[in-house]
């Protein structure tokens, strides 16, 4: 009861916090978004049309779609098994590897690029190998792939380990007592309650993936047509002088990343629901 | 249980982002205008402060210049000058300036660069009008090369063979890459290569065999030149200052100059409304002045660049030989004749590209 009354007449202290946060909301990250939006739209939709006629840009969305989807698929299964053996297994240097995984998002993307187009570059002997074998890495897609999979690498393992340190031991034990495996155990008990976070985290990598720059314009090679990514055939377009055309892209890509992380927030509600 | 105030959103937040969106919007036009109405100048106890937004490249240059200026500009007015120094890539320059950055004196990479400053309403003066057509500087494209030219590299028809990796920026991303397509475009239309002459179809067809040979294309010269540097490539197509300055600093790439090459010619200008606003028209025109005598003009050509006074450009002949068929953007129809024939979306470099792509 005293919650109540509480909360129909909050404190003056209370009222200034959550304007205060508002604002600050609001100004940071509300006006910006809106203020693309309407510079990319605002021109009724032409530059966009206009933007999608051409196959360089539609390319470009393609490019940064699939790779960015294959690096969520590879975040959503490897991360899950990374947090998986962080929590559950006894591995020397434990810490060590722990801080490792938050490393990608300490350092800046543009170094992550440099760092790769050194260790796959023609002067290094495992850039030299793989391009004899005809399976060149850097300025073809694969770096793209490994460039998205290192700045998203924390986001799944991250997501899933708090779930995993909270599981009751006792519905495993439970299980192992009803006689199921290993796998069935892992399949009827342990997944389940992981699946809403893996998943949302996953949604949220790929989202983080579509937009990511710094590295890609590095070891992507840019290509039109070939290995350019959205992201930089959005720059492209701003210092071409066209400005509208890269706001419009900008927009889909922003609605893009906007409709993923609904899809990311409805999974967490809806799964994680069910097994709360 | 859970507090009703979180039940409760308050509808104020949603009308602010209206109110503060609609004021961004409203709001987006460069605040620039406000300058011209302030031309007072300061008084003479006060020293002139210049601001010279420049591209990259002629940075080291304009390190030995600026100072070499002052005592020149301290001789007739001893309240003296400061200097404040920027340097980004020439589009994005010019971007700065119109944006508001308040540079007195643009030195930029491209005319059209200039061009982009002057539409948004800051310059209003006929800029070209000035000696040598408003340009300080010039260079040439030139091809890089590995030491002691491995691939036997020697001119544009080389780099369109099978095999070859060719560097060269991506144009939508740097506007001085342009000098690169324009160079092999005219070389090929002026029937100094392979291709026929006075044939755009054929040009496309020289233009896009070097573009399948590239597999890389960096934002900028610089990064491609750091890439070549980094073992990437057999050649790469750059200007002939970067290659200069590399060698400067002990790297061991060659350069060949092709048979014929487009000279690249970099302008200088004041920009009226900001030099009205900070009262220093007349040290940006004396700077701008003092850009095209002999001495400055040795000072472009210690750091790599060509020198725009003959005088000059005779004594340094030696360290930049002359090409022999040496063409300029004008001969192409101007940066607004090679819009229609090559840079415009849909003619001939996406058309180059586009063969590039399909084996």
């Given at each position: 009861m005293k919650s109540t009354a509480y909360a129909l007449e909050p404190s003056r202290g209370e009222r200034i916090a959550r304007h205060l946060t508002t604002l600050y909301l609001i100004l940071i990250v509300a006006v910006p978004l809106l203020a693309l939006l309407w510079y990319g739209v605002s021109d009724g939709l032409v530059s966009l049309r206009e933007a999608l006629a051409s196959p360089v840009a539609r390319q470009a969305l393609w490019l940064t779609l699939w790779t960015s989807a294959l690096v969520a698929v590879i975040n959503l299964v490897l991360g899950t098994a990374t947090a998986f053996v962080l929590v559950r297994y006894r591995i020397p240097g434990k810490s060590l590897l722990s801080a490792l995984i938050d490393l990608p998002l300490a350092i800046p993307t543009l170094v992550t690029g440099v760092m790769l187009a050194i260790l796959y570059g023609p002067e290094s002997l495992l850039g030299?190998?793989?391009?004899?074998?005809?399976?060149?890495?850097?300025?073809?897609?694969?770096?793209?792939?490994?460039?998205?999979?290192?700045?998203?690498?924390?986001?799944?393992?991250?997501?899933?380990?708090?779930?995993?340190?909270?599981?009751?031991?006792?519905?495993?034990?439970?299980?192992?007592?009803?006689?199921?495996?290993?796998?069935?155990?892992?399949?009827?008990?342990?997944?389940?309650?992981?699946?809403?976070?893996?998943?949302?985290?996953?949604?949220?990598?790929?989202?983080?993936?579509?937009?990511?720059?710094?590295?890609?314009?590095?070891?992507?090679?840019?290509?039109?047509?070939?290995?350019?990514?959205?992201?930089?055939?959005?720059?492209?377009?701003?210092?071409?002088?066209?400005?509208?055309?890269?706001?419009?892209?900008?927009?889909?890509?922003?609605?893009?990343?906007?409709?993923?992380?609904?899809?990311?927030?409805?999974?967490?509600?809806?799964?994680?629901?069910?097994?709360? | 249980m859970m507090p009703l105030s979180l039940r409760r959103p308050s509808r104020s937040p949603w009308l602010l982002v209206a109110v503060a969106t609609l004021f961004a919007g409203c709001n987006s036009k460069p605040a620039t205008t406000s300058g011209a109405t302030a031309p007072a100048a300061k008084?003479?106890?006060?020293?002139?402060?210049?601001?010279?937004?420049?591209?990259?490249?002629?940075?080291?240059?304009?390190?030995?210049?600026?100072?070499?200026?002052?005592?020149?500009?301290?001789?007739?007015?001893?309240?003296g000058i400061e200097f404040k120094e920027s340097y980004l890539g020439s589009g994005a320059q010019a971007r700065a300036i119109v944006g508001g950055f308040e540079a007195d004196v643009a030195a930029l990479s491209l005319e059209p660069d200039i061009d982009t400053i002057k539409k948004a309403g800051l310059i209003t003066h006929d800029w070209k009008a000035r000696p040598y057509q408003g340009m300080v500087s010039r260079s040439i494209v030139v091809i890089g090369v590995r030491e002691g030219n491995p691939k036997n590299i020697k001119d544009?028809?080389?780099?369109?063979?099978?095999?070859?990796?060719?560097?060269?920026?991506?144009?939508?991303?740097?506007?001085?890459?342009?000098?690169?397509?324009?160079?092999?475009?005219?070389?090929?239309?002026?029937?100094?290569?392979?291709?026929?002459?006075?044939?755009?179809?054929?040009?496309?067809?020289?233009?896009?065999?070097?573009?399948?040979?590239?597999?890389n294309m960096d934002p900028g010269a610089r990064e491609s030149l750091l890439n070549f540097e980094r073992g990437v490539g057999d050649a790469i197509i750059t200007y002939e200052n970067e290659i200069l300055v590399g060698k400067q600093k002990g790297q061991k790439y060659e350069y060949v100059i092709p048979k014929s090459t487009i000279l690249?010619?970099?302008?200088?200008?004041?920009?009226?409304?900001?030099?009205?606003?900070?009262?220093?028209?007349?040290?940006?025109?004396?700077?701008?002045?003092?850009?095209?005598?002999?001495?400055?003009?040795?000072?472009?050509?210690?750091?790599?660049?060509r020198p725009v006074v003959d005088e000059v450009a005779k004594e340094v002949a030696t360290n930049y030989p002359a090409v022999e068929d040496l063409f300029t953007i004008r001969d192409l129809g101007d940066w607004k004749g090679v819009g229609i024939t090559i840079f415009d979306t849909g003619t001939g470099y996406d058309k180059a590209l586009a063969q590039a792509g399909t084996p």
């Amino acid at each position: 009861m005293k919650s109540t009354a509480y909360a129909l007449e909050p404190s003056r202290g209370e009222r200034i916090a959550r304007h205060l946060t508002t604002l600050y909301l609001i100004l940071i990250v509300a006006v910006p978004l809106l203020a693309l939006l309407w510079y990319g739209v605002s021109d009724g939709l032409v530059s966009l049309r206009e933007a999608l006629a051409s196959p360089v840009a539609r390319q470009a969305l393609w490019l940064t779609l699939w790779t960015s989807a294959l690096v969520a698929v590879i975040n959503l299964v490897l991360g899950t098994a990374t947090a998986f053996v962080l929590v559950r297994y006894r591995i020397p240097g434990k810490s060590l590897l722990s801080a490792l995984i938050d490393l990608p998002l300490a350092i800046p993307t543009l170094v992550t690029g440099v760092m790769l187009a050194i260790l796959y570059g023609p002067e290094s002997l495992l850039g030299q190998s793989f391009t004899n074998l005809g399976f060149p890495i850097l300025f073809a897609k694969p770096s793209i792939v490994l460039a998205l999979a290192f700045v998203t690498l924390p986001f799944v393992i991250r997501a899933v380990e708090p779930v995993l340190i909270e599981l009751d031991p006792g519905e495993e034990e439970a299980a192992f007592t009803l006689g199921a495996g290993p796998i069935r155990t892992f399949r009827t008990v342990i997944l389940p309650a992981i699946a809403p976070a893996a998943l949302s985290a996953s949604i949220r990598s790929l989202g983080r993936a579509m937009g990511e720059f710094g590295s890609i314009v590095v070891v992507a090679g840019n290509i039109p047509m070939q290995t350019l990514t959205a992201p930089v055939y959005i720059l492209g377009e701003i210092e071409s002088g066209a400005p509208r055309a890269a706001a419009a892209v900008s927009a889909l890509v922003l609605a893009a990343a906007l409709a993923l992380h609904g899809l990311a927030h409805l999974i967490e509600r809806r799964l994680g629901a069910r097994h709360v | 249980m859970m507090p009703l105030s979180l039940r409760r959103p308050s509808r104020s937040p949603w009308l602010l982002v209206a109110v503060a969106t609609l004021f961004a919007g409203c709001n987006s036009k460069p605040a620039t205008t406000s300058g011209a109405t302030a031309p007072a100048a300061k008084p003479a106890t006060e020293p002139v402060s210049l601001t010279l937004g420049a591209y990259t490249t002629p940075r080291e240059a304009y390190a030995e210049i600026l100072p070499a200026f002052r005592p020149q500009w301290t001789k007739d007015h001893p309240e003296g000058i400061e200097f404040k120094e920027s340097y980004l890539g020439s589009g994005a320059q010019a971007r700065a300036i119109v944006g508001g950055f308040e540079a007195d004196v643009a030195a930029l990479s491209l005319e059209p660069d200039i061009d982009t400053i002057k539409k948004a309403g800051l310059i209003t003066h006929d800029w070209k009008a000035r000696p040598y057509q408003g340009m300080v500087s010039r260079s040439i494209v030139v091809i890089g090369v590995r030491e002691g030219n491995p691939k036997n590299i020697k001119d544009w028809d080389d780099l369109a063979k099978p095999g070859i990796t060719v560097l060269t920026p991506n144009v939508r991303t740097s506007g001085g890459a342009r000098w690169n397509i324009a160079a092999i475009w005219g070389a090929a239309i002026r029937g100094k290569t392979s291709a026929a002459k006075d044939s755009p179809e054929a040009a496309t067809k020289l233009l896009s065999a070097v573009l399948k040979n590239v597999k890389n294309m960096d934002p900028g010269a610089r990064e491609s030149l750091l890439n070549f540097e980094r073992g990437v490539g057999d050649a790469i197509i750059t200007y002939e200052n970067e290659i200069l300055v590399g060698k400067q600093k002990g790297q061991k790439y060659e350069y060949v100059i092709p048979k014929s090459t487009i000279l690249i010619e970099n302008p200088a200008a004041l920009i009226d409304t900001v030099v009205d606003k900070h009262g220093a028209r007349k040290a940006a025109g004396a700077l701008l002045d003092f850009l095209i005598t002999p001495d400055v003009q040795r000072l472009y050509a210690k750091h790599g660049l060509r020198p725009v006074v003959d005088e000059v450009a005779k004594e340094v002949a030696t360290n930049y030989p002359a090409v022999e068929d040496l063409f300029t953007i004008r001969d192409l129809g101007d940066w607004k004749g090679v819009g229609i024939t090559i840079f415009d979306t849909g003619t001939g470099y996406d058309k180059a590209l586009a063969q590039a792509g399909t084996p």
